[in-house]
């Protein structure tokens, strides 16, 4: 399947051209013994220059080498050496010759064959000694020239019977380039294993391929070569009844390039059964799906990142629903309140509902300025400014803060801190969002009276921020998405909320260049812990 | 007149239902989560009940469920109100014996109807003592 077409080839059409020189050669054999043994070194000589020329050039013919001379100066100089160690007179019959051989030429097609060549020599020979009557030349020239017609006949049924079959194998060839498959052959004789010119392609040209010992198996993944061997090459090994055609399953396998590159091949094997039930032929194919893997792996992500985004808005929309309709319900009750009862209302009472309706406007307009603050960060825009400026103090601020905003129920904030002031460069907006929102939570989550606690240390250029709490607590099932927007917790669903607030405090720990981690233990409290780079350092 | 128990812990929410009934001539009687609402109701023994859906410590299933489950609160009439705009969930509420919900917001108008028809609907005795 893969005998490269060219040199070395037999070629059919010239198979008899080739015999008749071989025979040549054997009459000078004879010849030239007999001259060897009546002392005639010169003719005998003569006779093996002949010999050799003649063997050369049947063999230069038989296998389509570049021939060493024209036919017509082989066949003079043919023609000199038999008359002349015939009969030196005989050198007349030279004369014959070229134009017997360029008739014998035109009538068959100008296709010059030896066979042609040897009828002119016989009959320009006889004509020339008259020993050879005309009756007895005309029928060995006949006999010849029949014979060389079957065998011109006979070469060119073969040839046109193997020029089918070079086409057909050109054709397969070309379907198998088109495919873009690399095959794989396994020899049962000689149990090597030989790889197509496409898989050495694929195979980025390693060296010693398809060399005695060479094995396909050390360009396979090492994690695929165990499943590579059991699901694929036991086929070689596995018993089969007399022609049996056995074919494996479809298999994904990774293959490793001599230039170190991963390729992920689509393999199927077709294995034959021999007649003592072992494996006769063994023919593997591999279409190289890398790119289609890549374009799948991509389609995926792609899905992926749609389904998210799916969830992201059924988890919008159920927020929005949720929480624009409190502070909603509001703002309709309160001016329905007014209209309906004014006059039956006292000044402070309408007061008091005007106020309502303000506090729903400003509730809406806060958790609108949240989404639009998660837009801006996923956008990577959220300013970062960073000043100089004492954490502490501005930490104990936001405590106040919280303080004053959060519903309470008995709980305290307790800051911790083992220096009074840390200086350092931070960006006070997003310090605010970052522990308004811990802060808050910490309390919203707690039990009523309970104590939260929020310490403050640095280290080095490092500022750590704890915010711990005795609340219920995250499921670990929860950790994953705690920070994605409007996620909320599975056990907090009796709790309002955006489920915005963790996920502005990770931004705005990310725009300033620290972490957050979490820990948590359900039933027992929660612990945020965010690492700021202070900039500067320089505690007091 | 009726006495009508409401419990919602949104305090805005709260404190103008409560302003609407007691302009409307009823006795209103006001709870902020809904632990606290059942301990009103098995208390107090309200006409009427308005009970906020998503509430700290017991929601308002919660709240229904505890009423529904003793033979002497079953008979109260049941009133949710939702900021869930999800109406299986609402209508499961239906199937487990509220006998309305009012999504927010609310008109007060409408409100104002259903109480009519709810009330109406009262045994001459009532469930009040």
């Known amino acids: 399947m893969y005998t490269p077409v060219g040199a070395g080839v037999i070629d059919t059409q010239r198979v008899p051209v080739s015999y008749a020189l071989t025979a040549a050669a054997g009459f000078f054999v004879v010849l030239g013994t007999k001259n060897f043994l009546d002392r005639d070194y010169v003719t005998g000589g003569l006779c ?15 296998r389509s080498r570049p021939q060493p001379m024209s036919d017509a100066v082989l066949t003079v100089l043919t023609i000199c050496v038999l ?20 008739l014998l030429h035109l009538v068959t097609n100008r296709r010059a064959s030896a066979a042609f060549d040897a009828a002119a020599v016989v009959i320009a020979v006889s004509m020339t000694y008259h020993q050879i009557d005309g009756l007895t030349a005309f029928r060995v020239s006949t006999i010849l020239l029949i014979s060389s017609a079957f065998a011109h006949i006979y070469a060119r049924i073969m040839a046109s019977h193997q020029a089918r079959q070079e086409e057909q194998r050109q054709h397969l060839d070309l379907m198998v380039s088109c495919a873009n498959v690399g095959g794989l052959e396994w020899d049962s004789k000689t149990r090597q294993m030989r790889c197509s010119q496409r898989l050495l392609d694929m195979l980025g ?21 165990q499943s590579m061997v059991s699901d694929f090459f036991s086929l070689i090994h596995s018993s089969a009844q007399p022609g049996e055609v056995r074919k494996t399953e479809a298999h994904g396998f990774r293959l490793v390039t001599a230039q ?9 094997a077709i294995a034959v059964g021999a007649q003592d039930g072992s494996t006769q032929k063994f023919i593997a194919t591999f279409l190289d799906i890398t790119q289609l893997r890549a374009a799948q792996a991509d389609t995926l992500a792609a899905l992926h990142r749609q389904e998210e985004l799916n969830e992201l808005r059924a988890r919008f929309v159920a927020m929005a629903s949720h929480e624009f309709r409190t502070p909603l319900a509001t703002i309709l009750s309160s001016t329905q309140l007014v209209r309906q009862y ?29 989404i639009l603050l998660i837009n801006k960060a996923d956008a990577q825009m959220l300013e970062f400014a960073p000043e100089q400026l004492d954490v502490v103090a501005v930490c104990r601020g936001i405590v106040k803060e919280v303080e004053q905003q959060a519903d309470l129920r008995g ?23 970052i522990f308004t929102n811990l802060l808050s939570n910490a309390i919203k989550y707690s039990p ?19 915010v711990h709490d005795q609340g219920i607590g995250i499921p670990a099932s929860d950790l994953p998405e705690l920070f994605e927007p409007f996620h909320r917790g599975s056990n907090v ?48 | 007149m009726a006495r009508i128990l409401v419990i919602d812990d949104e305090a805005p929410i709260r404190e103008n239902l409560v302003r609407f009934l007691v302009l409307e001539g009823h006795q209103v009687i006001q709870a902020t989560d809904g632990r606290a609402g059942l301990e009103a109701i098995r208390t107090h023994k309200p006409d009427f009940i308005l009970c906020d859906v998503m509430m700290p410590h017991l929601d308002g299933f919660e709240v229904l469920a505890a009423t529904q489950s003793d033979p002497a609160l079953r008979g109260i009439p049941f009133v949710f109100l939702s900021a869930s705009a999800e109406p299986e969930k609402l209508e499961a509420a239906l199937q487990q014996g509220a006998t309305g919900y009012v999504t927010k917001p609310f008109n007060l108008a409408n409100l104002r109807q259903l109480l009519a028809t709810q009330l109406a609907r009262l045994p001459p005795e009532g469930p009040a003592v």
């Open chain 1, 448 to 466: 009523d009276n309970s104590r939260v606690l929020f310490r403050i240390d640095g280290e080095g250029d490092k500022t750590m921020f704890e």
């Open chain 1, 493 to 540: 669903s009796h709790i309002k909320g955006t489920g915005l607030g963790l996920t502005i405090v990770k931004k705005s720990v990310e725009t300033h260049g620290g972490d957050i981690t979490v820990h948590s233990e359900m039933g027992h409290g929660t612990c945020f812990r965010v690492t700021l780079a202070s900039g500067n350092p320089s505690t007091a």
């Open chain 1, 411 to 433: 709980c305290s904030i307790a800051l911790e801190t083992r220096l009074p002031t840390m200086v350092g460069y931070y960006d006070t907006k997003l310090l605010q969002h």
């Open chain 1, 342 to 370: 004014q006059d039956r209302l006292t000044p402070h009472e309408r007061e008091e509902l005007l106020a309502s309706v303000e506090n729903g406007v400003q509730r809406m307009t806060a958790m609108l300025d949240r």
């Open chain 1, 260 to 268: 170190g590159q991963t390729l992920w091949v689509h393999a199927e």
């Open chain 1, 48 to 62: 093996v220059i002949a010999i050799v020329v003649a063997l050369a050039y049947a063999h230069a013919i038989y």
């Open chain 1, 205 to 225: 040209n390693p060296p010693h391929a398809n060399q005695p010992g060479w094995d396909i198996l050390e360009w396979v993944h090492p994690d695929d070569r």
């Open chain 1, 83 to 102: 008359t002349v160690t015939i009969d030196r007179r005989g050198l007349i019959g030279v004369l014959w010759c070229p134009p017997l051989m360029l």
